[in-house]
């Protein structure tokens, strides 16, 4: 995935904002065991590790590239392009 910020930010401001968006996304709905499933999964290093992890939570991924999955009681979780890759203009 290969996204570009509206304006460049620090590694330090891009992970303040994936720690806020981890923080208090459970608070807005869902539940917060997929949260977590979620989180875990994004920040995994190994891809076949990942989806297991996934499908063993019941979640079902429908964009390819992670931004909508749904749990098995119906629920939408949408993860922005931030919080699934560094974006191209990342400053040094």
Request: with cysteine; net charge negative.
């Amino acid at each position: 995935m290969t996204w570009k910020s509206d304006t460049p930010m620090s590694r330090e401001e891009l992970d303040q904002k994936r720690s806020e968006f981890w923080d208090t996304q459970p608070y807005y709905g869902g539940d917060a065991n997929i949260w977590l499933v979620l989180r875990a999964a994004v920040e995994c290093d190994d891809l076949a590790t990942a989806q297991t992890m996934l499908e063993s939570a019941g979640v079902k991924i429908v964009d390819p590239n992670m931004t909508k999955c749904y749990d098995e009681r119906g629920y939408c979780y949408e993860l922005p392009n931030f919080v699934l890759a560094d974006p191209k203009n990342l400053s040094k």
